[in-house]
């Protein structure tokens, strides 16, 4: 059983940035980050292969840059220009497999992290 343990939350104003941070207890695959704001279902952000190779959802291209450290087990989020509407809880999500498509739901991955506060005031 591989624990995931998100850091990096908080509170910033609008155009601002953060920098989200999860630690595996073991090696991990394909992992990512999903988000779930109030009231909607929990949503794709970013995921990176094992190889690096690296997808996101459409509102936050460009914006975010999701990476990792294979040799320190942890995948990082690093996300600029922040807009209120990214206000959510953010997951760490980590997958047996080596690449899941960013098409796939969240049940592709089989590791999940207890989530970090994300807050963007306008």
């Known amino acids: 059983q591989v624990q995931l343990i998100e850091s990096g939350g908080g509170l910033v104003q609008a155009g601002g940035s953060l920098r989200l941070s999860c630690a595996a207890s073991?090696?991990?695959?394909?992992m990512g980050w999903f988000r779930q704001a109030p009231g909607k279902e929990r949503e794709f952000v970013a995921t990176i292969s094992w190889s690096g190779g690296t997808y996101y959802a459409d509102s936050v291209k460009g914006r975010f840059t999701i990476s990792r450290d294979n040799a320190r087990n942890t995948v990082s989020l690093q996300m600029n220009s922040l807009k209120p509407e990214d206000t959510a809880v953010y997951y760490c999500a980590a997958s047996k497999q080596t690449f899941v498509s960013p098409s796939s739901g969240p049940h592709e991955y089989n590791y999940w992290g207890q989530g970090t506060q994300v807050t963007v005031s306008s």
């Open positions: 073991g090696r991990t695959f394909a």
